[in-house]
């Protein structure tokens, strides 16, 4: 045999690592969503018709490589995402989400311990870290009389115990994601009269005291996060109208505008809204003194509310909302005359698909919020026949809900739900 030998490490384990610099690159350019990869060989993943998962070793020692690059220059349009499978990355563990979204980016990692785990040595920016995926918090709602209790759900959708309630004690408010990593309700009623309190939701999922009013109390309004970190309040039941056409934008620092007019759509209450494409949202259902509504007004990245698009599925109000699928959204249960399970799916143009037969305990008045960065969601509480319910559903990433999960916290209708942490 002939040839040049090279110098090669030696593990404490005693097998070989791989040579510096001698990667072995795998010639099939990645284009599919999900590829797991291997230590000591390089790849070129091509994100131009979707997004990717990299999935890194279960296991590994110290001087483990691994490169990866933008064949085709589009990360920034459809990112990477790397899945670090038990492993640490930059001393985050894998319940934190590692996008690189750069044009033309290329990453070399190299895995140092159990500590720090696995760390970049070059790529465009080495000190990007993680952020934790969003959470979610179910706050406030109706157990006769009013209250303030609150529960957190983790990324897996496992909800809390009770956390002792902050603010003032009400139902019927909203609750909406903003700035990117927090959240806010807003508005309610108290058992007296409503109110335009707001509290701020910290990235941990602490809810601050409350805000005094800006803009005219309500209740049974919508909430939702769109644009770039932002949220809007609209429509609901107003002292001097019961169903409302105001608007009110949140800022991305959590400050809630004074009042507008909806410039489009149907004045009610009863309704709620999601996010969904690129900073836009949706806006759906709702009842009016005429009786029940299915009509939908889309939310653009502007916060500007549209005239109302030709109902899909039962008018009803009541209904659940999230996003799901980082991109879509949908609307579930709610009552259109009775106690439901449907769904309605949206896609990520807004548009409302027909109903789905229903999954898990029909309910009213229940409300939803969206995990693990906008992937998957979780729909809890509300009132049944007879009383109030604890039960939750989860919801995939491609929008089908499973089927009851035991109840957790207490059984309360008309409460809030909003997103943080991500």
Same mark, same amino acid.
């Given at each position: 045999m002939s040839g040049i030998i090279v110098n090669n490490v030696a593990r404490a384990s005693g097998t070989i690592a791989a040579t510096p610099g001698g990667?072995?690159?795998?010639? @099939?350019?990645?284009?599919?969503?999900?590829?797991?990869?291997?230590?000591?060989?390089?790849?070129?993943?091509n994100t131009t018709s979707n997004a990717c998962t990299i999935t890194l070793p279960a296991?590994?020692?110290?001087?483990?490589?691994? !490169?990866?690059?933008?064949?085709?220059?589009?990360?920034?349009?459809?990112?990477?995402?790397?899945? %670090?499978?038990?492993?640490?990355f930059q001393g985050e563990d894998?319940?934190?989400?590692?996008?690189?979204?750069?044009?033309?980016?290329?990453?070399?990692?190299?895995?140092?311990? %159990?500590?720090?785990?696995?760390?970049?040595?070059?790529?465009?920016?080495?000190?990007?870290v993680g952020v934790a995926p969003n959470q979610a918090i179910f706050a406030y709602g109706n157990i006769t009389p009013v209250t303030n209790l609150s529960n957190l759900v983790n990324l897996n959708g496992v909800i809390s115990s009770d956390t002792?309630?902050? $603010?003032?004690?009400?139902?019927?408010?909203?609750?909406?994601?903003?700035?990117?990593?927090?959240?806010?309700?807003?508005?309610?009623?108290?058992?007296?009269?409503?109110?335009?309190?707001?509290?701020?939701?910290?990235?941990?999922?602490?809810? @601050?005291?409350?805000?005094?009013?800006?803009?005219?109390?309500?209740s049974g309004q919508a909430g939702t996060g769109y644009g770039d970190n932002l949220a809007v309040f609209a429509y609901?039941?107003?002292?001097?109208?019961?169903? $409302?056409?105001?608007?009110?934008? !949140?800022?991305? %620092?959590?400050?809630?505008?004074?009042?507008?007019?909806?410039? $489009?759509?149907?004045?009610?209450?009863?309704?709620?809204?999601?996010?969904? $494409?690129?900073g836009t949202a949706i806006i759906g259902y709702g009842a009016t003194d005429s009786g029940n509504l299915n009509v939908s007004n889309l939310v653009n990245s502007?916060?500007?509310?549209?005239?109302?698009?030709?109902?899909?599925?039962?008018?009803?109000?009541?209904r659940a909302s999230a996003s799901y699928g980082g991109d879509k959204a949908f609307f579930a249960y709610g009552y259109p005359g009775s106690f439901s399970s449907v769904k309605n799916l949206v896609n990520n143009s807004g548009v409302v698909a027909s109903n789905v037969t229903g999954v898990g305990t029909a309910r009213s008045y229940t409300k939803a919020a969206s995990l693990g960065s906008f992937q998957t969601?979780? !729909?809890?509480?509300?009132?049944?026949?007879?009383?109030?319910?604890?039960? %939750?559903?989860?919801?995939?990433?491609?929008?089908?809900?499973?089927?009851?999960?035991?109840?957790?916290?207490?059984?309360?209708?008309?409460?809030?739900a909003t997103e943080f942490g991500s």
């Open positions: 990667l072995d690159w795998s010639t @099939a350019v990645v284009t599919a969503s999900t590829v797991t990869v291997e230590a000591g060989r390089g790849y070129f993943i296991s590994a020692e110290a001087g483990d490589q691994i !490169v990866i690059a933008d064949y085709a220059r589009t990360w920034a349009t459809n990112a990477v995402t790397l899945d %670090s499978n038990g492993l640490n894998d319940t934190y989400i590692v996008d690189y979204d750069t044009v033309g980016q290329s990453l070399n990692i190299v895995y140092s311990d %159990s500590t720090k785990g696995w760390l970049p040595v070059s790529d465009d920016a080495v000190a990007d002792t309630g902050v $603010g003032t004690a009400r139902n019927r408010c909203a609750g909406a994601n903003y700035g990117g990593d927090k959240g806010i309700f807003f508005g309610g009623d108290d058992g007296s009269a409503r109110t335009g309190v707001s509290n701020l939701v910290s990235n941990l999922g602490v809810i @601050a005291s409350d805000t005094s009013a800006v803009g005219t109390g309500r609901g039941y107003e002292p001097s109208a019961e169903y $409302g056409t105001i608007r009110n934008l !949140v800022s991305s %620092s959590g400050v809630i505008a004074s009042d507008a007019t909806v410039a $489009g759509g149907t004045g009610r209450n009863g309704t709620c809204g999601a996010r969904y $494409g690129t502007s916060g500007a509310v549209s005239a109302d698009v030709t109902g899909v599925g039962d008018a009803s109000y009541g969601a979780i !729909v809890a509480y509300g009132t049944i026949s007879g009383g109030v319910t604890n039960v %939750s559903n989860l919801v995939n990433n491609v929008g089908v809900i499973a089927t009851d999960q035991s109840g957790v916290g207490t059984a309360r209708k008309e409460l809030a």
